[in-house]
């Protein structure tokens, strides 16, 4: 029996969260370090998904839409800037009963404290400032972005490519990858239909001249569109090249097996 | 897999982005869309209207302070949503605290659900699957995962030996596999 095959069994209940005590330790021990375990779980975890999706059938009450609208009307989305404080002013003395050496010592704690708040409300004023610039610069930024993917991926959007008159278009694609952040956008268009049984995948050549790593399954629309945003990469590759191959139709997730369509090269 | 315009995965994708910047029309067209797959899991597995209602509300309200949890590269919504339903239904029924958080959750899904129908024809194949299964093997399977009971609950509570009801459990997951590649 393999290492693999001694965990099998746990992998199962430890995706349905039934795996307890040692078992439940040993096979996470076993997790860290086996990411072909890891991948296994995930995909237990995915089919067991699609059991919960069979019990769809009864609605909830028009009630529970009414309290989740009305709770999300009073809830503000972004989190509030604390209202500056007012300014205090320190209690009058009215107790005959202090000495006036006492009254005065605590005049004076009482001037400086006032002060004191004076500066750390000014202090406090100019952050106020600083920070709500900042966070205005960057929801701009945030927002300038969301309209950028919003025109991309939006099926509303026309998609017109244009080439040489009299020239047939021909099927293209563009990655735009950031290995830091493992982002991937990849648009192409012109492709032909698929035949029956197939799909296309994108892969990812690493620099270092690893095996290929699978980056997307996609199937185009009637005029030959499609789009993959990032897809699960792993971390800091560098990429030689992007290719799109035709495959079978659960596609092929180790190494291409079909026919390359398009293929780039990085810079 | 995520496919080409016009597909479900892509309008889930433009809701949520359009829920990030605060729209509640968005926010409401996805309650509409996926009110009665979560509701449905927590009814399930708490068998209370009033007790699935707080989950529906607990979740989606969870979505709208952070839609950023949804990350479409790694599973669809429907799915990930009927997953977190659960989750959060197993934590109700036990009377425990929430262990994960919406963001935590990932699922990989291989169908991809590109209109109703996709779903429909998955769901009709796992039913089948389930009913083609013997009794004591869906059972195991049903007890696991819609009642969120440990496999030694299940041994105890069925008089098998524990062994058993794991490669039970094993077993009925792997002929879901079988049905879902075919």
Known sequence: ?267 | MLSADGDAMTSDQALVTAIRSGDQGAMAALYDRFSSIVYSVALRVLQDTGAAEDVLQDIFMQLWRNPGAFDASRGNMAAWLSVIARHRAIDALRRRRPESDIEDVVVSVEPDFASDADRSRTMDKIRGALQTMPAPQRSALEMAYFEGLTHSEIAEKTGEPLGTIKTRIRTGLLALRKVLAA
């Open chain 1, 1 to 267: 029996m393999s290492v693999h095959e001694q965990f099998a069994e746990d992998l199962a209940l430890y995706a349905l969260g039934s795996l307890e005590g040692g078992e439940r330790q040993a096979l996470e021990a076993h997790l860290e370090g086996c990411a072909s375990c890891r991948r296994e779980l995930e995909v237990s975890r995915g089919d067991l998904s699609l059991l919960a999706l069979t019990t769809a059938g009864p609605k909830p009450p028009a009630r529970a839409r009414q309290r989740l609208m009305s709770a999300i009307a009073k809830e503000p989305r972004l989190p509030a800037i604390a209202p500056e404080p007012q300014p205090r002013f320190w209690p009058s003395f009215g107790r005959p009963a202090l000495g006036w050496i006492a009254a005065a010592a605590l005049a004076l704690v009482c001037i400086g404290l006032v002060r004191q708040n004076s500066t750390l409300q000014r202090d406090m004023a100019s952050l106020r400032v600083r920070f709500q610039n900042q966070f205005n610069d960057q929801e701009g930024k945030l927002e300038q972005a969301n309209e950028v993917v919003t025109t991309l991926l939006d099926p509303e959007s026309t998609k017109i490519e244009l080439v040489a008159v009299g020239n047939k278009p021909q099927p293209r694609g563009k990655a735009i990858y950031q290995r830091r952040t493992r982002n991937l956008i990849f648009l192409a268009s012109n492709l032909p239909p698929l035949p029956a049984q197939r799909i296309y995948e994108l892969w990812l050549f690493p620099a270092s001249g690893g095996a290929p790593i699978a980056a997307g399954l996609f199937k185009p629309d009637a005029r030959g569109s499609a789009t993959v945003v990032n897809p699960p990469l792993p971390e800091g590759v560098e990429a030689k090249s992007f290719v799109v191959t035709l495959e079978p139709e659960s596609g092929s997730h180790e190494a291409p097996r079909g026919t390359p369509v398009i293929v780039g090269m990085g810079e």
